[in-house]
């Protein structure tokens, strides 16, 4: 799990600082004024269908061990041929590309995790915040120790392509750890298909609740790529050194989020919980558009970082949860599915063209010479469609507390 989040934490973080070097008049001028954003839907297509189709592939067919090592291996040549890649149009195909493997190879890590852990699966939470520490260790190469090495270059490391050659030997790695892990033949269910249809179904027709659940994620989920895609670009604009380590403050926040949850699921019940994640949107966002360098600005800079934990743990982790425990046995799988498709589909998808037009407007305008970065209008915007989100959860879900996750009454069930 640590290895599997090395990868992607070494390239994604800075990716679009390479992108906004490379912008308009600015390096190779190999991107248009909007790329930095449409450069995240491809992410948001490796979310959409893969992870079902290697999923039922690995239930079905294939060793799933070894379906990691394929998917590994397939992921360090795609990023050889993104490193070479000249024209924007070829470097978006082999990105689509790259998360047709990378975002099931992490599902598959999960599945492999908890077919082993049986009945001990009160220890996934450990092996599955292992896989944040290495994202940290990642951000940490990245944006401290490669460029202490590099120091005496006049290349700026997060504006090239060197994070990705070293996410190319980053992923031979796990490639060849992969294929050290238990063995995990399938388990011949080659009926999951028609079984997660059918519970999709059932689950969209019958349960209003949830489906109103899902539209409120969905919207919860969208202005998540201000950030997701632009952070790294932000900070560098800003001449902050080390962005991408800095960056990693949110990861660490990030696990004592996660360790601190299930006492505040106790306390404050999912819809609170959800609900101060969505909040925490809205403050990340007025910070960094009022952020700066120096002085108190850069405080509201850090607090827009530090509040990462914060707002991934408790919209998109809760919201995990709340369904998981909201859908009957018979419809657990479709719930979760449905949520996955909606959130880190869907939702991303949606955001990442919404921000790659914003760009366009108040990043990065068409003729520009030096392109003008009206950071403040940008994450305001960000800020202003999660106010929106809250304004949608109060409407069809209220803030009223519910019965914790595990005592949801039979009759209350999805």
Not at 209 to 224: G, I, Q, Y
Request: charged fraction near 10%; glycine fraction near 10%; proline fraction near 6%.
């Amino acid at each position: 799990m640590f290895l599997q989040f090395v990868p992607p934490g070494l390239w994604t973080v800075t990716l679009s600082s390479y992108i906004g070097a490379n912008t308009g008049t600015e390096g190779s001028g190999m991107f248009d004024s909007s790329f930095v954003g449409i450069a995240g839907i491809s992410g948001a297509i490796g979310a959409l269908v893969s992870p079902l189709l290697f999923g039922a592939l690995a239930d079905s067919w294939f060793r799933t061990e070894r379906m990691i090592a394929l998917m590994n291996l397939t992921c360090a040549g795609l990023l050889a041929l993104l490193c070479s890649a000249n024209s924007q149009g070829w470097f978006l195909v082999v990105m689509i590309a790259y998360y047709q493997f990378s975002v099931p190879a992490i599902t598959l890590n999960y599945s492999i995790a908890l077919r082993h852990l049986a009945g001990q699966r009160q220890y996934f939470p450990a092996i599955r915040v292992s896989g944040t520490v290495g994202w940290i260790v990642a951000m940490w190469i990245v944006g401290s120790i490669i460029p202490w090495w590099w120091q005496q270059s006049s290349e700026s490391v997060e504006t090239s392509t060197w994070p990705m050659k070293f996410a190319i030997v980053a992923h031979l790695i796990v490639a060849l750890y992969a294929l050290t892990l238990p063995k995990t033949p399938p388990l011949g269910t080659a009926t999951s298909w028609r079984r997660l249809l059918d519970g999709c179904l059932q689950l969209l027709s019958g349960h209003p609740r949830l489906v109103r659940f899902l539209l409120v994620s969905f919207c919860a989920t969208v202005p998540a790529q201000f950030y997701n895609l632009f952070a790294n670009l932000y900070l560098n604009k800003l001449q902050i050194p080390h962005a991408a380590t800095k960056l990693s403050g949110g990861q660490v926040v990030e696990i004592f989020c996660m360790l601190a949850l299930p006492m505040l699921l106790y306390r404050w019940g999912p819809k609170r919980v959800f609900v101060i994640g969505i909040l925490a949107w809205i403050v990340r966002y007025v910070s960094l558009a009022f952020g700066d360098a120096s002085g108190w600005p850069m405080l509201l800079v850090w607090i827009g970082i530090l509040l990462h934990g914060v707002c991934y743990v408790f919209v998109y982790i809760t919201g995990f949860i709340y369904v998981d425990h909201a859908a009957t046995p018979q419809t657990q799988s479709a719930a979760q599915g449905l949520l996955a498709l909606v959130t880190t589909g869907l939702g991303h998808l949606v955001g990442a063209l919404v921000t790659g037009w914003l760009q366009a407007r108040y990043l990065t305008p068409p003729g520009s010479v030096v392109p003008p970065y009206d950071w403040q209008a940008f994450f305001l915007t960000g800020a202003f469609g999660s106010l929106l989100s809250l304004g949608l959860f109060w409407l069809l879900m209220g803030f009223k507390r519910e019965v914790l996750p595990g005592e949801i009454e039979p009759d209350e069930a999805v």
